[in-house]
């Protein structure tokens, strides 16, 4: 059973000028992740408010648990939790407060949406500041409380967009571990992202979009086996290039990429922190102390680049097209 | 059905908000109070009224109508803020009824008017206020200045609604209300003003609620170029049906631009 299917939508901003949507095909697994990667403006909030009923597209299908959402959205909204970075809280009030308002407004009654709250503090380990304006919360806390607000009433579809962009390290860490132990829970869920290594970590299967259309699907070792996994790269001083790319060829079988002006060099690795640890002791062995090295890991523009040939730009362009959109009404 | 209960609990959080930031409930009500007294007594002692009691009791209800005709500027700003935060598109998730969020979101624009309402009637019967037409006229008169607050509210949702930004909506709301309250009989008698604008001034829907009011607070009311003109005669019909042509107009535009609202 397909819990989100999306067929061929599109959506255009400003007159068409602007392709937000292009054609998009996708569609979920019931119970599984979907992680839909692109950069900034290929569509993926366009997508995701799509899906969740917040904008009807120019053309195309969209189903969410096999109910329309273009033409019975308020169905859908009974069975789904958004939150992301366009999904808020009220800053002012408590993250009680919040709790509640939500808990009511999905129609439980004062005891239930009480009993609701306190459930969703507690695993989301925000009891002790419950009673504290959200505006005072890290940002961490802010996206957690947001994500209990769109878990109140257990949906079977959860839409999360870009459930980490602007939080710190630690924060990203607990968010995944927060997302992660809801996903044995089984919900069904479609999480947009730029960064890979977060869709590596949260999706069974990864969309990678660009220009309003999906232009790979895979699992994450699929799209990593197209995209070469990580490269093991060292920086040593001049005259320690030529022994360090003898040693890096004995760890790689993979051709070595050689940059004489950074002192760089990297190749494809398989084996992980294993090679690290060997490319380490080898170096050690032969007196070499490197300058820098590590284990790369593919990034978003790794990924677009051997798949479209570009790197991910940066686009505003959905951003500006609903604001000029804004403008003329 | 929810429909009630949804707006119901919007308006509470709003009301919620006010009891967790009690300044936003203290600067709602100090600039009425600010506008009682400098009206008062800055130009109170040049205006000749030729009614007992002096130029404040032509004043209050006049500062009383601006008052909650300004209401739409809270709505707006409140609106967009919730709209550049993401809360719109987090209520429009939910399933709730398609018009509580604006519906919500007007009747505590409302509610607190009753309190700003009360702070400007204390203060002017403490600077000499004496409305003389007993406790049913003087109920009906703030019932009156609510619905009409509750009415301008609607045009600020679709302001609200359809600006970028919190300053665009104070900025705009206030270009919309100022020329329409004083454009009007509020603070000054349109006899004063050239011809063509006493009929602008005295068929605006703001000089019908003061001269409305006025009416109910127990005083008579002066026409210039209107005189005798069924506006005039007949001040709290005709702004009940300005009320209800504002709403008639502004409701149904308000919930549809909410049902479409996206933020950036």
Known sequence: MKAITAEELYKTYDKGKIKALDGLNLDVEEGTVLGVLGPNGAGKTTTVRVLATLLVPDAGRATVSGIDVIKNPQEVRKIIGLSGQYAAVDETLTGWDNLIMFGRLYHLSARAAKSRAIELLEQFSLTDSAKRPIRTYSGGMRRRLDLAASLIVKPKVLFLDEPTTGLDPRGRQDMWGVINELVKGGVTLLLTTQYLEEADQLADEIAVIDHGKVIARGTSDSLKKQVGGERLEIVVENQHMAATKEIVARISSSALNVDEGLRLISAPVTTGSKALIEAAKLLDEMGIHPLDIGLKRPSLDDVFLSLTGHLAEEKKDEDLALASKKRGR | ?264
């Open chain 2, 1 to 264: 059905m929810h429909a009630i209960s949804d707006a119901l609990i919007i308006t509470k959080r709003q009301l919620l908000q006010l009891a967790r930031v009690p300044e936003l409930i203290l600067f709602s009500i100090i600039q009425p109070i600010m506008f009682v007294l400098l009206f008062r007594y800055v130009f109170g002692g040049s205006i000749d009224t030729g009614q007992p009691g002096g130029y404040v009791q032509l004043l209050m209800p006049g500062i009383f109508v601006q008052t909650v005709a300004f209401t739409l500027a809270g709505t707006a700003v409140g609106l967009t803020a919730d709209m550049q935060k993401g809360l719109i598109a987090r209520f429009r998730s939910l399933p709730i009824s398609r018009s509580a969020v604006v519906f919500g979101r007007t009747l505590g624009d409302g509610a607190l008017n009753i309190v700003v309402l009360t702070a400007m009637g204390l203060t002017g019967y403490v600077v000499g206020w004496r409305p003389s037409s007993g406790f049913l006229n003087i109920t009906l008169g703030f019932v009156f200045l609510l619905v009409f607050g509750f009415a301008m509210s609607w045009i600020g949702v679709l302001i609200g609604l359809s600006v970028r930004e919190e300053r665009v909506a104070t900025n705009a709301t206030f270009i919309a209300v100022f020329p329409l309250t004083f454009l009007s009989n509020a603070f000054a008698p349109t006899t004063g003003m050239p011809k063509p604008l006493q009929y602008i001034a005295e068929w605006n829907p703001v000089s019908t609620m003061v001269a409305g009011c006025r009416q109910l607070f127990g005083l008579e009311n002066q026409f210039g170029a209107t005189a005798g003109s069924f506006p005039s005669d007949n001040p709290l019909t005709m702004s009940i049906v300005y009320m209800i042509i504002i709403m008639a107009i502004f409701i149904p535009l308000s919930v549809r631009k909410y049902n479409r609202a996206v933020n950036k």
